[in-house]
């Protein structure tokens, strides 16, 4: 394997108060062990070979949390946690480790809840991002000139995330 793409579902929602110890357990399981578990399944043959591209999808929660999606967001800045730590005990063996951190996608998921165009509103943008859009930016992280790019965390918001860092 050269590339690693790592991507599970999110949790359901929830707040810091009502999201149950086992939401957070299955949060963990489906998104951060999920995920640690891939990794060290493909690092092996990476190493050996000198070449390899990690990169797990998490979300702009990992980096700004969500309210409503606690447990979502939780899991995914424990991956974001890890792959800062592997990206530099794997860099000099020639393999990057990058996570890409979607803010509002036009996912299905995202349809289904109604008006498009509302939501679009509260992105700089005023758009919704697409998957060609997401997929376009982790085939580059995957890609040879993306060599230098590792232990870095990709947002893919639209502007929305107003942090400095």
């Given at each position: 394997m050269d590339?690693?793409?790592?991507?599970?579902?999110?949790?359901?929602?929830?707040?810091?108060?009502?999201?149950?110890?086992?939401?957070?357990?299955?949060?963990?399981?489906?998104?951060l062990l999920s995920t640690i578990v891939m990794?060290?399944?493909?690092?092996?043959?990476?190493?050996?070979?000198?070449?390899?591209?990690?990169?797990?999808?998490?979300?702009?929660?990992?980096?700004?949390?969500?309210?409503?999606?606690?447990?979502?967001?939780?899991?995914r800045a424990g991956v974001s946690s890890f792959l800062k730590?592997?990206?530099?005990?794997?860099?000099?063996?020639?393999?990057?480790?990058?996570?890409?951190q979607p803010g509002i996608h036009a996912t299905d998921r995202i349809k289904s809840l109604g008006n498009t165009d509302v939501v679009a509103q509260r992105v700089p943008t005023g758009t919704l991002g697409t998957a060609e859009d997401f997929g376009k930016a982790v085939a580059f992280l995957c890609s040879e000139p993306a060599r230098f790019i590792t232990g870095t965390s990709i947002l893919l918001?639209?502007?929305?995330?107003?942090?400095?860092i």
């Open positions: 590339i690693l793409v790592a991507n599970a579902g999110g949790p359901p929602p929830g707040s810091p108060a009502t999201t149950s110890i086992d939401g957070y357990r299955k949060a963990i399981d489906l998104n990794c060290q399944t493909a690092l092996p043959g990476m190493r050996e070979r000198g070449w390899g591209r990690i990169v797990a999808i998490t979300s702009i929660g990992a980096r700004q949390p969500i309210g409503n999606l606690a447990a979502s967001s939780v899991a730590t592997l990206s530099a005990e794997v860099a000099r063996d020639g393999v990057t480790v990058n996570s890409a918001d639209g502007g929305a995330y107003q942090g400095l």
